[in-house]
């Protein structure tokens, strides 16, 4: 693997410069608790969340992987974390988020030093600096990374932002797959606006990842949710199916006393040109 410290000889200000009134750099451990309320929290249904914990793990377990920018004022503006993956490049091999991510879910099972690929796991960006371009400023300094720790690719498993909302427009039935390759008339690029981003940044895509996240609560937990989060949005689609415009749907396991939830994400893979 090649030195990595060229990364990190990109100065700040080098950095502010490009970027205006922000910098960006890799978070520090210490920052799990300030990253998860100004970025992780706001952005995430809670049974999908990463933790404090999770999230200053991460910036242990493989530091060079998870990007944030602040402002002048040390305001967090957006984030980005990654996991570092060997893949063979055949598609048919290519995991699932959970996979990626490991139990726990701060890449301590998962990173693999010998990798050869960087994995885009979440990016958030904090809700007033939404439609400004974050990502594609992560995804700049991310080929920066990968380029310096001498990756073959940069890869993500990512969930379109629009598909819950798209799912409740279709009457609950709209193919997962077919959705993420839908194009916009006159632009050309996809209808989902997280993919769109990404296609600005190159995205080509790859595979639908079926069973990206999988989330198993008891019945009571699942109550709790439904009565916390987003009360007025959920749905019983069909017998024992709940959605609640997030990308994936509950199913109700009565007989077991349990609720499981699943999330499709889409492969795709960034050029590190
Ligand atoms: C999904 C998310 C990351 C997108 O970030 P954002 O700040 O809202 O959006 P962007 O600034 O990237 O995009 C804003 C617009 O600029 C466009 N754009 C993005 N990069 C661009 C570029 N380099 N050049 C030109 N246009 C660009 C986008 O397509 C979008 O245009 P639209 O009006 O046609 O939709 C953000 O909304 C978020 O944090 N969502 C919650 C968490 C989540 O779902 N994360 C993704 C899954 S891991």
Redesign the pocket.
Known sequence: MKDTTKIYSISASEHTAAMKEFVIGSWQPVEGEAIYVALEHP??APWLEASAATLAGRARVFPHGQLVIKDLAGQYAASLSMNQILWDGQIAHLPSWDAVAGDPTDYSKTHNVMGNALVMM????APA????????NLIAYAKVVANGLGMEHLLGS??P?GFGQAKKAHGHDLNFGAYCWSKQEGTG?PID??L??LA??GLELLAVDPAAMTVKVSIGEFEEYKAQYKPDAWIEVAEGKWECEEVGTWNIDSNNGIAVYVESNVWGKIPLY
């Open positions: 952005n995430w979440s990016v958030n960006v600096c939404k439609g400004k371009h974050m990502p594609t990512f969930r932002s690029k606006p997280w769109r981003s600005w940044n």
